[in-house]
């Protein structure tokens, strides 16, 4: 059952002003209720197992800004309030949920679009000097709806439902020495990037296909002294389906490259959607809680780019 959240609407261009409802006198009551669902790949709602945060945008019938309202993890934990605010009646209003905005997430062209497929998601780094490092574990979802006029005191009531906006990327490098074994002075001797990656998400929940919305990722790499391999921690991407659902080029122009950082020398390089059609039976990115499993093998005589050992045994695929 749905649980009930407060929303405070924050001023962007209207001020859409929280009511305090008087007895006899419905004017000033909340007239609009929101819910959030979020179903992953199942039929039961599991929002508040994957969305700490939730960010909702409220817009009029033009496509105009009125206001944000946030939810912290507490209050989608305990259910401590309910998401109700005041709409004119007799209008037509989308709202647009966010959930899980944090440092590596910034939404673009707010107040200057009233087209949602031109108001993005991006990492704030993106267009600057410094490196994109990955996304958060972004969800996006929408509701159009009409406040129907009303003679007497009614509330609306409607749900949104997010759908995943990232792919979860584990990258595992085996078979090169660990850090300061070779090179004392070398906290981390190789360099990891993904380039071309989808730098852009938007309100329509569809990543930019554009080619001047495709980047360099830069993942942080850390050495595991327990499993002695370098991996990725947390790392995520935007999603590289289309808005059909198909993983197609377009969406997925994605190169993996691994460097020495001393000298610059490119150690691996590897096109991402070769290797997700090749592995197309053993994993499904279309998936909502996508997961996409590399491992970059070092052997005496080879380099070879497979599926990890823990993701799936005695499979021996190559990469064309």
């Known amino acids: 059952m749905m649980k009930y959240i407060k929303i405070i609407l924050m001023t962007l261009l209207v001020f859409v002003l929280p009511s305090s409802c008087i007895k006899d006198d419905f ?5 609009v209720t929101i819910y959030f669902q979020y179903l992953a790949d199942g039929d039961q709602d599991v929002l508040y197992q994957y ?13 105009h800004i009125m206001g944000v309202g946030h939810y912290n993890e507490d209050e989608l934990k305990t259910f401590s309030a309910k998401p109700s605010f005041k709409l004119t009646p007799g209008r037509k209003y989308k709202v647009v949920a966010v959930g899980n905005a944090y440092e590596r997430t910034e939404v673009v062209n707010l107040t200057s679009e009233t087209e949602f497929n031109k108001i993005y998601l991006q990492h704030p780094a993106w ?18 709806f009409f406040v129907p006029s009303k003679d007497e005191f009614t509330v609306y009531r409607d749900t949104v439902t997010l759908y ?28 990891l990037m993904i380039e071309q990656s989808n730098a852009q998400t938007d309100f329509d929940g569809n990543v930019n296909e554009a080619e001047e919305a495709k980047g360099t990722c830069y993942p942080n790499l850390i050495y595991d002294d327990e499993r002695g391999c370098y991996r990725t ?7 590289m389906n289309d808005h059909h659902g198909h993983i197609n080029e377009d969406c997925c122009e994605h190169q993996l490259v691994l460097v ?26 279309t998936k909502q809680e ?18 990890p050992a823990w993701y799936v045994e005695d499979v021996e695929p190559g990469w064309n």
């Open 290 to 307: 996508a997961t996409l499993p590399i491992a970059i093998n070092f052997t005496e005589t080879m380099v070879e780019i497979k599926l």
């Open 233 to 239: 921690d947390d790392l995520c991407l935007f999603r």
């Open 51 to 63: 969305m700490k945060k939730i960010d909702l945008y409220v817009f009029d019938e033009g496509g």
């Open 27 to 31: 004017d000033d009551c909340d007239n």
């Open 164 to 191: 995943s906006a990232h792919v979860n990327v584990n990258i595992e490098i085996n078979g090169l020495p660990a850090p300061g074994t070779v090179r004392a002075e070398e906290e981390m001797p190789y360099k």
């Open 260 to 285: 020495d950082s001393r000298t610059g020398e490119e150690m691996v390089r590897g096109n991402i959607y070769n290797y997700i059609k090749l592995h197309e039976d053993d994993f499904d990115l």
């Open 127 to 144: 267009g600057t000097d410094d490196d994109v490092d990955g996304h958060d574990h972004n969800y996006i979802g929408q509701e159009e």
